[in-house]
């Protein structure tokens, strides 16, 4: 690719919801990285029942969150596997050869 792009990740914030027992929406599992906004800097987990823990991670990037979401969670995409599978795995080889860090 001539010229090319490249993107900067600044800070992120990605959560999985769902409903409670009555219905309420609730968060069951998130990630972020906010380095000038918390006093935790690195990037983390957050899981429900676990209140208040900041367990520590890697960088995440939204393809593999995604990727967890359809592994994991049983999320439907809405294109084929044969159209989202390539297309993801195209990104996440992209992010690990420009990250960084990681």
């Known amino acids: 690719m ?3 792009y490249k993107v900067k990740t600044l800070q992120y914030d990605y959560s999985l ?3 409670d027992e009555n219905d309420t ?6 990630y972020h990285w906010h380095p ?3 006093d ?3 990037p983390h ?6 209140p208040r823990v900041h367990f520590p991670t890697g960088r995440i990037s939204v393809e593999r969150f995604i ?10 995409p809405i294109l084929a596997d044969s159209v989202w ?6 990104n996440c080889g992209a992010f690990d050869k420009m990250a960084t860090w990681k």
């Open 67 to 76: 990727r967890m979401l359809i592994d994991y969670y049983g999320i439907e």
């Open 40 to 42: 935790v800097r690195e």
């Open 25 to 30: 929406w609730i968060e069951i599992v998130s």
């Open 2 to 4: 001539r010229g090319g």
């Open 36 to 38: 000038e906004e918390s």
């Open 45 to 50: 987990l957050h899981v429900t029942c676990v």
């Open 85 to 90: 599978k390539p297309i993801l795995e195209k």
């Open 17 to 19: 919801n769902g409903p």
